[in-house]
């Protein structure tokens, strides 16, 4: 087991996970059905905005292996992809070069290799084809705040989630904490899933279908399970999506433009603004939406000193306001640049916004008051 490690399901397999500085490291431990990994329309053959690429096909990742040895430091910085794949020799460890430049189409066709598969989903979920540290520049440019705060928070990157489960966990997030968020969607999994692997004593579940969500008697169910008046949500939610046509339905949203797709999720139940611009920015491929809450609000206020953080409520006109005031300054990719803010402003993260000089300069401050 590797110090650090976590384990999950992701596109029907169970992997571990792993990461340094410099790389993610990945094992796949095992399989939860059959079941293939849905298609992601929107993806392929879709040009990247901010001149970034899409992402390469196996023969071109194979080509681009390297060694980490004699790699400059800004290459060091780039996140990288270390695969380790066990075997019947030995382990089998590969790193990938995450950052390429030049544009080509994801390869989806039959015949490819268990590891062509995995790679590939790893790099889709880790969206690796975008060039972050290009887009830190654009945006330290762009914004004198962002430049000021960025150093502490580098290599922050949007993860391209599976919609269904995006979805229906920001539905269990209304007006709770992580914890208990967590806990709803493992008893959503444990109560509707019907595939699963177990390894030594721990079983890990794939996350239920809409359809199974869309059953009779799931509101009563979920409300015995403790997801209170979210139980209707999930339940109503799920029956409209079977409604337009299952899943396809949901991932089709990517081929839409933002503010349609933003409104197409906004007629489910449960789903506001916030909750939409969520699923857009984490699953949709829509990277200019950015889901505005008190802290957003806030840095507008306090980091921007304007006039829309001091209004005393947020109405859907300042909502959206706010969010075209940052897609003004950061372009395109304005909700990836909003997560690093969004990040820097956590409490659990306040000690790395603080400058070494300030940093030096309180810790001599503490040593007088001790010597006194």
């Known amino acids: 087991m590797v110090p650090g490690a976590i384990s999950g399901v992701l596109a029907g397999r169970v992997w571990r996970l792993s990461q340094t500085d410099t790389h993610i490291r990945y094992q796949v431990i095992g399989h939860v059905g059959d079941k293939p990994t849905p298609s992601r329309p929107g993806r392929k053959n879709q040009k990247r905005k901010s001149n970034t690429p899409i992402e390469p096909n196996n023969e071109t990742v194979q080509k681009k292996i390297k060694s980490e040895k004699n790699v400059d430091t800004k290459k060091q910085t780039e996140m990288m992809t270390q695969a380790m794949t066990s075997n019947t020799e030995g382990t089998k460890i590969s790193k990938i070069k995450t950052e390429d430049t030049e544009e080509v189409t994801l390869k989806t066709e039959a015949g490819l290799t268990e590891d062509d598969i995995c790679i590939s989903v790893l790099r889709d979920y880790f969206q690796l084809d975008v060039k972050l540290t290009d887009l830190y520049e654009q945006w330290c440019k762009a914004d004198p705040h962002f430049k000021q705060v960025s150093p502490n928070f580098t290599g922050i990157r949007m993860l391209r989630q599976d919609p269904v489960e995006n979805l229906f966990s920001f539905i269990c997030s209304s007006n709770n904490h992580i914890s208990r968020i967590s806990g709803m969607v493992e008893r959503l999994c444990e109560a509707y899933s019907t595939q699963q692997y177990e390894l030594y004593g721990v079983t890990y579940y794939a996350f239920p279908t809409v359809s199974a969500l869309a059953g009779k008697g799931v509101e009563e169910r979920l409300r015995k399970l403790g997801f209170g008046y979210r139980a209707r949500y999930i339940s109503e939610t799920a029956q409209y999506i079977m409604k ?15 503010e349609e797709a933003k409104a197409e999720l906004m007629k489910l139940s449960g789903v506001g603004a916030k909750v939409a611009d969520c699923v857009c920015l984490m699953s949709l491929d829509k990277t200019g939406a950015i ?11 306090r980091d921007y000193k304007h006039k829309l953080g001091t209004t005393k409520t947020l109405t859907d006109k300042t909502y959206k306001e706010i969010g075209d005031f940052f897609r003004q300054i950061w372009g395109p990719y304005a909700g990836w640049a909003h997560s690093v803010l969004f990040a820097a402003d956590l409490r659990r993260f306040q000690e790395r916004k603080t400058s070494p000089e300030k940093k030096a300069v309180a810790k001599k401050s503490v040593k007088k008051k001790k010597s006194r």
């Open 291 to 301: 889901p505005v809450d008190t802290h957003v609000w806030q840095i507008v206020n």
């Open 244 to 258: 337009q046509g299952g899943e396809s339905w949901l991932y089709n949203l990517r081929t839409l433009t933002y």
